[in-house]
């Protein structure tokens, strides 16, 4: 009868699983067939290494870790999530060897933390850093100037404070430091290196008494907005085109499935999306270049949040004979009707995961990451793999691209975590009413 069991509950799992994904192979060849007009038009941001998924839980789960339970990588994904969590303090060390398609000494590695003050208050903090390993500088005439090893690195505390029962807030601080070029010249013009402030902000509601059907579980709810901070210039006298830092808003929901005292299963969704401003649309036309669609980018740090929802330049109209563009009686220029919002859309990345853990002890991942093909064409599948003993644990994480040739495949994620002190319960009457 055991036996049983355990083969209905691991065919609805994999139906659970095959059904999500075949949802989203089929929201992604829809959408590709309404966007076949649209030009590539991607969004690029100053710092993007503190995007970088540094963890290999998540890694391996297609970056769907907003809502995932806590853990010391929740400094990176959602530090409102420390307060449920039921260990007292965790350290973890990742290592992520980057773009191993294209060269071998660039990685990524992070330290982070959190300490429970008690049932309404954590803290935790992180430090990450990326090596771009030995880059050779040169003049315009392709003479050796000199070997430099250009590196990143980013500061970051945070502060969970929970509201409720069920309800939890987080912030963090950053300092982030860029130094690409180690003060040489680049095209005629003298260099620094990049600085930042910035902050996430993030919600958490946790439902551990949820249900789908008779299944018992923990149903998590979490929104997050990542990278709040200045615009970052890397030349000594620039005064326009600094760039913004990669902010990100992402919404997440995840269901722990509680089978038994042995088997539990997690399904997180993620969707996420760049609250940066959609570069316009320009055009050499009577020898300059001209903005024909969409909205000058040049903007400050709130008025681009915001702007990002709706500046998408969309399909520039043109004459089917002549080629030439098509143009309004006020001058302004024809856009396709809907592929401003066509175009927004395309802007949401989304991403799913499972996880499956036998006994607290041993654990199975996948995901699917999908960003539209014109907009990064970042598309994914993950795998990977836990193993727990007592307060030692290790996490590996694999990355495989649906195309050839591209820089993130076969990329590996490794972690170790350590859990510091014992398991914490909490105590609803010191909860905030």
Do not use: C
């Not at 390993?133 to 430099?148: H, K, P, V």
């Not at 509201?163 to 005629?188: C, H, Q």
């Not at 998590?220 to 901070?229: L, M, S, V, Y």
């Not at 999306?273 to 009577?286: A, G, N, R």
């Amino acid at each position: 009868m055991r036996i049983f069991v355990e083969k209905l509950k691991i065919n609805m799992i994999k139906k659970i699983w095959t059904l999500g994904v075949f949802s989203i192979a089929a929201l992604s060849v829809s959408a590709q067939a309404s966007e076949q007009d649209l030009q590539l038009n991607t969004i690029t941001t100053a710092m993007p290494f503190v995007s970088i998924t540094p963890g290999s839980r998540a890694g391996a789960m297609g970056d769907a870790g907003t809502a995932l339970s806590a853990s010391s990588t929740s400094i990176y994904w959602n530090t409102s999530m420390l307060n449920f969590s039921e260990k007292k303090s965790e350290i973890s060390i990742s290592y992520t060897p980057w773009l191993r398609q294209l060269t071998n000494d660039i990685h990524l590695s992070y330290v982070a933390g959190y300490y429970k003050i008690n049932d309404r208050h954590a803290v935790g903090g992180a430090l990450r850093y990326f090596n771009l390993g030995e880059i050779t500088f040169t003049d315009d005439q392709a003479n050796i100037i000199r070997d430099d090893k250009p590196s990143e690195f980013e500061f970051t505390g945070g502060y969970a404070f929970r509201l409720a029962d069920r309800f939890s807030v987080g912030i963090n601080g950053k300092f982030i430091y860029s130094n690409l070029t180690g003060g040489l010249p680049v095209a005629g013009q003298a260099t620094k290196a990049g600085i930042a402030g910035a902050t996430d902000i993030s919600f958490t509601y946790n439902n551990d008494q949820a249900k789908i059907g008779s299944t018992k579980g923990t149903y998590t709810f979490a929104a997050t907005i990542n990278n709040i901070g200045n615009k970052v210039a890397y030349s000594t006298v620039a005064t326009e085109g600094r760039d913004f830092l990669p902010m990100n808003l992402k919404i997440g929901n995840a269901f722990v499935a509680d089978f038994d005292q042995y088997n539990s299963v997690t399904f997180s969704f993620d969707v996420q999306k760049l609250l940066v401003p959609t570069p316009p649309t320009y055009e050499l036309i009577d020898g300059e270049y001209q903005m024909i669609a969409g909205m000058n980018d040049n903007v400050g740090v709130i008025a681009g949040m915001l702007q990002s929802f709706y500046d998408a330049p969309g399909v520039v109209l043109t004459d089917e004979v002549t080629g030439d563009f098509l143009q309004n009686e006020d001058g302004s220029y024809q856009i396709k009707s809907g592929s401003r919002l066509v175009e927004e859309l395309t802007e949401i990345n989304l991403a799913a995961g499972i996880e499956y853990w036998y006994n607290n002890t041993f654990a199975l991942r996948g995901g699917f990451f999908f960003e539209n093909k014109n907009k990064g064409a970042r598309q994914f599948f993950n795998l990977g793999a836990g193993f727990k003993y007592n307060k030692f644990g290790i996490d590996i994480s694999y990355l495989a691209a649906l195309k050839r040739n591209n820089p993130l495949a076969n990329t590996l994620r490794f972690t170790l975590r350590f859990e510091l002190g014992g398991k914490e319960s909490f105590d609803p009457n010191t909860a905030p009413e």
